[in-house]
């Protein structure tokens, strides 16, 4: 790997560190995330494979996804856990891979309590968790102590698997954080009632994992900085909870925040970069054990800050590690503006793994499927051609190149970009903006031949040895009397800035789109983190327990009706883990909602509908269509089986991003 430069960006992201017995080549830690790999003994290699890769990429530690200490602590049936010496033994393929590559693993131990989807969990209280299906049994006192030493034991056997460190899962609102928090620990043994007496557990874990493993080995805790739920802690809590633990043995402080049943969301894009910021440095000033900063941080540059701003001394990045292995790499090369940036859209990542799904990445397909999705230089001198600029002719373009081929990009707009232009301009998804750039600089550096404002014709194309066809999708303009009245707008003219709706506006089509538009329509572009955090009822945890206090109410910037034909409620094909945010601001912005419509007229009165058989107007200056995208298939045509279509191209229903990247990608590993 390229040493890093003298007059690096990143001086502090890049400096080594010592943690007991382990020094780190710089501060970055992959944070944990499941990815459905640990789950089965049969995708050991393939999880070696993927934590091999990033390893070559230079991050720091690597910290796995979560292993239970015990049965009853699976996050479902037949989960992953650390409780025999030949499970210790078998991770050896992981640990070796890594180590081969230079870095080193931390495995976390997590105790799911409560969250746990099976019919065997238990927890601090019989309490049911609103988002679990399972209510838990109480543990026995002695059942509590049994925990605390199976704990100390998965801690052991990590260490005899040849990890380099453990990380306690010690927030989010997992057994841990069930024994901490008064809202799910009503005990009255010595495991509960008073905050200290709530404390034993989590320092009984640090305490047998230390004895367990001696004196240096490092033990990472994970404390939850803010609850975010009703009865979480208070911050003197979490300031006394962590020195306690410092006492107790641990090493380094990871920070988490939020439960998982919170409704304040924590990572997606909505969420301000580095948001959570001030409160790992707040730890940190109460602390002496380095502390490590996590969520919503997803670019070197946040990293770097926060660490030159003494905030933290590790930064967590789990996404982002995803998105792009060789994020380190690209950072120590100072190459940071071709890094593949996560966009915390969670939609390939934690929707998949909260739908049983094996994790990737909508931005970096292959993540998960390093040993299957494989773009290995090609012997062939061959050309391609890609027509359409857009996420699938994009990925199309950047992965041919990488393989050797020498590319022809064709766009007919004046700008790369397609699809992803409008979905950057969403408020909460300007992330995309850093995919776009990412692509950019790729095209250059592979030297990917660009043009711009140009057609492909057939006789063009027909000069290259491979055609791949990306040429996308043109809005729908659904058939409704009077479609053609100057309200009328396409929501491609509104987010493009073509168009600026007047205050009334009615919105036809509630799918992704639909949605993220009446977002546009009614957000103040002047909103700071400050305001954010203020609409969600994030609120200082010194005043306020688990940091939570009243929502402050929004101001729209227009009326906003958001209508569709179906009967079922709006927003419910959104992600699992983001949809429920985006539907919970359409809340806060007044958005008005009709489903069961039938459209029936748009004149100078407004937008005619019938609903349940009555007759309505909406009165509106605008109408924005959003009723989904057709294809784009000039290019398409029987004479030409040998051209690969990819993206909406191919198939424009709910085509997104995700869909349009991994096609793309897997047309071009099989050329
Ligand atoms: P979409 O999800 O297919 O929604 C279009 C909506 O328009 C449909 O729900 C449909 O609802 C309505 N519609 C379809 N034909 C119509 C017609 N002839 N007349 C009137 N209404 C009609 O498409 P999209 O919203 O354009 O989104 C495109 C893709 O991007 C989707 O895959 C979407 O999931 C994805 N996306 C995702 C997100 C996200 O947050 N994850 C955000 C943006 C986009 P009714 O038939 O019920 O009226
Ligand atoms: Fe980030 Fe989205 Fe990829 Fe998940 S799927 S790692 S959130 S870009």
Same mark, same amino acid.
């Given at each position: ?21 382990? +020094? ?63 499970? /210790? ?5 992981? +640990?070796? /891979? ?157 920070? %988490?925040?939020? *439960? ?15 948001? *959570? ?94 040993? +299957? ?19 699938? %002719? ?133 909103? +700071? ?6 609409? *969600? ?42 949809? *429920? ?57 029987? /004479? ?32």
């Amino acid at each position: 790997m390229t040493a890093t430069p003298a007059t690096s960006p990143y001086p502090h992201l890049l400096a080594p560190i010592t943690l007991g017995s382990l +020094t780190l080549r710089n501060r970055v830690v992959m944070g944990s995330m499941h990815t459905g790999l640990e789950d089965s003994r049969r995708h050991l290699p393939e999880l070696a494979a993927f934590f091999a890769e990033r390893a070559r990429g230079g991050v720091g530690l690597i910290v796995t996804g979560g292993y239970a200490p015990n049965k009853r602590g699976w996050l479902k049936p037949l989960a992953s856990e650390m409780t025999t010496r030949l499970q /210790a033994m078998r991770h050896r393929e992981v +640990t070796d /891979a890594v180590h081969e590559e230079g870095g080193a693993i931390a495995l976390q131990v997590l105790h799911a309590g409560r969250y746990g989807y099976h019919p065997f969990v238990v927890s601090a209280s019989k309490r049911k968790s609103p988002i679990s299906l399972f209510t838990p049994r109480a543990l026995s006192t002695r059942g509590v102590e049994r925990t605390a030493s199976d704990f100390a034991r998965a801690v052991g056997l990590a260490e005899k698997a040849g990890y380099d460190a453990v990380e306690i899962m010690g927030s989010e609102g997992y057994l841990i954080n069930q024994f901490l928090a008064a809202r799910t620990n009503d005990r009255t043994d010595a495991w509960g009632g008073s905050a200290e007496k709530r404390m034993r557990f989590p320092l009984e874990v640090v305490r047998r994992a230390r004895q367990e493993v001696g004196p240096d080995f490092p033990l990472i805790y994970r404390i939850s900085l803010l609850d975010l739920v009703e009865d979480g802690q208070t911050w003197d809590e979490v300031v006394t909870l962590a020195l306690l633990l410092e006492e107790a043995g641990v090493t380094v402080l990871n920070t %988490g925040i939020g *439960w998982h049943e919170a409704r304040v969301p924590t990572i997606i894009t909505q969420v301000p970069r580095g948001a *959570w910021r001030e409160a790992t440095a707040r730890l940190k000033a109460a602390v002496s054990v380095p502390v490590c900063a996590s969520n919503r941080i997803n670019t070197p540059e946040l990293a770097e800050s926060i660490l030159a701003d003494g905030q933290a001394d590790l930064v967590s990045m789990a996404r982002p590690l995803l998105a792009d292995p060789d994020f380190v790499a690209k950072a120590m090369a100072d190459r940071g503006d071709e890094i593949n940036t996560c966009i915390a859209c969670n939609q390939a990542c934690l929707d998949h793994t909260f739908s049983n799904k094996r994790a990737s990445c909508l931005v970096n397909p292959r993540a998960c499927h390093e040993t +299957t999705l494989v773009l290995g230089r090609t012997r062939r001198a061959a050309s391609v051609a890609v027509v359409g600029a857009g996420p699938a %002719g994009l990925s199309s373009a950047v992965a041919a190149a990488e393989r050797g081929f020498a590319v022809t990009l064709f766009e007919k707009s004046a700008e790369l970009g397609g699809q992803f232009r409008l979905a950057m301009a969403v408020p909460g998804k300007e992330d995309f903006a850093d995919t776009l750039r990412y692509y950019t600089r790729r095209l250059d550096v592979l030297g990917v031949d660009v043009r711009l404002g140009t057609e492909a014709d057939e006789a063009t194309l027909a000069a290259y040895d491979e055609v791949i066809v990306a040429s996308g999708v043109v809005p729908r303009l659904p058939a409704i009397p009077g479609i053609d009245h100057p309200s009328v707008v396409s929501y491609a003219d509104v987010l493009a800035g073509r168009v600026v709706p007047g205050h009334r506006v009615a919105v036809v089509g509630a799918g992704g789109i639909g949605v993220d538009v009446s977002v546009w329509l009614t957000h103040d572009p002047a909103e +700071t983190t400050d305001d954010w955090m203020a609409h *969600w009822g994030v609120g200082d945890p010194s005043v306020h327990p688990g940091g939570l206090t009243e929502r402050k109410a929004r101001s729209p910037l227009r009326e906003v009706t958001l209508i569709q034909r179906k009967t079922t409620p709006i927003g419910v094909g959104l992600g699992k883990t983001s949809g *429920w945010a985006h539907r919970a601001v359409l809340k806060q912005s007044g958005v008005t909602q009709v489903s069961g419509a039938t459209y029936d007229l748009i004149d100078d009165a407004g937008l005619h509908l019938t609903v349940d058989g009555e007759h309505r107007v909406v009165e509106v200056d605008h109408v924005v269509v959003c009723a989904g995208q057709e294809s784009v298939r000039d290019l398409v045509s029987d /004479a030409r089986p040998d051209w690969y279509v990819v993206g909406g191209a191919d198939v424009a229903a709910e085509l997104d991003a995700k869909r349009a990247i991994k096609q793309g990608t897997e047309v071009v590993a099989g050329l």
